[in-house]
């Protein structure tokens, strides 16, 4: 119980359940309308019946729906992002040119908060899961870039040094040294990305998803007053933006980075 | 034996030539290093006796006079040379098995000819149980022995060492001195080792080029005819420490003065 207290294991559970509590004593005892803020046991209810069958005009399974056109968006865009991002971040690691010139522009893209581009993207490509898919990749791109950069810039001349002496060419300096020193940045570089990708996810749905989409269901539950399920659709980003950012890296780095010993931002 | 492997010919180093901040690090330096020779480069830190290694290694290019190699002058680095730093430098994603293999996949050596040859260094710097662990939680000499080892994997004439048991505790360096000269017995690899341990440097050589404050030139070598293995109690040894220690002093002196006149 102490150890509860102080911080184990199992304290996060009990943080979230303890929230779960005081929200619930806090509607109930102060009257508020449940329209405005509905109690979490309602919300709960309410998301296990969006996980079953439908009734009338909703579809069946209407929550895994939902789910499932996010985490579609999410992955396409995430996947592309990381495929030419890391690319183009080890080139201008590796290029002092290249660096000087992109730098300043990536520096000033990665300021602007990801949700001001969406309207322009929207007068480009209209609405739908297109223009998600590409507010993905503006919320994700630049992270994997920077950190790539960053991550050849702080390979050890030496390293390089070592593999040279061994008789290592330019294009076997970059598979077999650089991509395993620039490891540790380019994990973290990801994990903060995809963590950005779901923040987007999110945000472009609300404006241009027209169908499914956790986003478009928050924000189309506005519409008919329907709180319970604008709950449920927080509670679910809550839950599977954690997932992801937690689970999913921490299984990653402890195959790589942490095995080997090799130092990095544990929580960006 | 007997052949010139390494030749210096008024070899001169300045870094931003011709800017404000042109420092000149080697003025002169003419050295011939024999096959097989076992050569320490010793004098006062910051005298650019690692400066003169970078370059052997190809890193560095002279700004006047020749460096050969072979009789030909070094132009960039290559297989032929093998180097340890003295923070190992190791690739921590590699196991150990792995990072002494390194120049031999780089060469495309067969996997069974690989596993052979680091299985037989594996055995000579005594890490037996440890071809799969990650350099991390290797100690500080297993580390260093691992990067020789990697060094030596792809067999180069030329072993460059830059200061390798400057971050070693006193016992594992007595212990990798002794490793060392037993190496270098069986292989006969010519050595180039950086130092400004006197004691390193008469332990281990066959030759003592004694660098002098910066801009360095080389003001003494020192031949130690000493048998091995030495011990520092030895009357050889004491000798030659007496006489290097008296020679180092001076330029160590000359090199704190410099920067005191420097700073005022």
């Known amino acids: 119980m102490a150890g509860l207290v102080r911080g184990n294991r199992y304290t996060p559970f009990a943080a979230i359940l303890l929230f779960g509590i005081v929200w619930e004593i ?44 996010t985490l579609l968006a999410l992955l396409i865009g995430f996947f592309l992002a990381a495929l030419v991002s890391s690319a183009v971040g080890l080139i201008m690691g590796m290029n002092r040119a290249v660096y000087a010139w992109l730098n300043p522009i990536i520096s000033m893209f990665m300021v602007i908060p990801n949700i001001a581009f969406v309207p322009v993207i929207i007068l480009w490509m209209g609405l739908g899961l297109e223009t998600v898919i590409v507010v993905v990749i503006t919320g994700s791109c630049f992270p994997i870039i920077y950190t790539a950069a960053a ?95 937690r689970v999913l890296f921490g299984f990653v780095e402890r195959r790589t980075v942490e095995k080997w010993g090799v130092s990095t931002a544990k929580d960006v | 034996m007997g052949n010139v492997k390494i030749s210096a010919e008024k070899v001169e180093k300045r870094y931003n030539p011709g800017a404000p901040n042109e420092v000149l690090a080697i003025e002169n330096i003419t050295l011939d290093i024999q096959d097989g020779e076992f050569v320490a480069l010793l004098g006062p830190s910051g005298c650019g006796k690692s400066t003169f290694l970078f370059m052997v290694g190809g890193f560095e290019k002279p700004t006047e006079g020749t460096l050969r190699l072979n009789g030909q002058p070094i132009d960039g680095p290559g297989a032929n040379r093998g180097i340890v730093f003295q923070e190992y430098v190791l690739f921590p994603w590699q196991v150990v098995s792995k990072n002494i293999a390194y120049g031999l996949r780089i060469a495309g050596v067969s996997q069974a000819e690989q596993d052979r040859r680091v299985a037989e260094l594996i055995n000579m710097i005594g890490l037996q149980g440890f071809e799969s662990a990650y350099p991390e939680s290797l100690s500080g000499g297993m580390k260093q022995r691992v990067a020789i080892a990697r060094a030596l994997a792809y067999d180069p ?49 066959d030759k003592i080029a004694l660098f002098s404050a910066r801009p360095s030139r080389i003001k003494r070598v020192f031949e130690i005819d000493l048998p091995h293995p030495r011990r520092v109690t030895d009357d050889g040894f004491v000798t030659f420490e007496r006489e290097i220690l008296e020679s180092l002093e001076q330029e160590v002196s000359d090199t704190l003065d410099g920067r005191l006149d420097s700073a005022g």
């Open chain 1, 26 to 69: 806090a509607v109930r005892v102060s009257g508020i309308n449940a329209l405005l803020m509905p109690p979490p046991s309602a919300v709960l209810v309410r998301l296990v019946d969006m996980l079953g069958p439908g009734r009338g005009a909703t579809p069946d399974f209407l929550l895994l729906r939902h789910i499932g056109m």
């Open chain 1, 151 to 245: 991550g050849v810039q702080s390979v050890p001349q030496r390293m390089i040094w070592a593999a040279q002496t061994a008789g290592a060419s330019r294009r076997q300096i970059l598979t077999t040294v650089l991509l395993g020193a620039t490891m540790p940045y380019l994990i973290a570089g990801h994990k903060l990305a995809l963590g950005r990708a779901w923040r987007a996810v999110i945000a472009g749905e609300i404006f241009a998803s027209t169908t499914y989409g956790v986003g478009f269901m928050i924000f189309d539950a506005r519409t008919f007053l329907d709180s319970e399920a604008m709950f449920v659709g927080l509670i679910v980003v809550g839950l599977i933006g954690v997932t992801l950012e």
């Open chain 2, 157 to 205: 004439e030329i072993l460059l060492m830059d200061e390798p048991f400057g971050a070693l505790d006193a016992q594992t360096r007595a212990r990798m001195i002794s490793d060392l000269t037993r190496i270098h017995a069986t292989t006969h690899k010519t050595t180039l080792f950086v130092t400004h341990s006197v004691e390193e440097a008469i332990l281990l050589s």
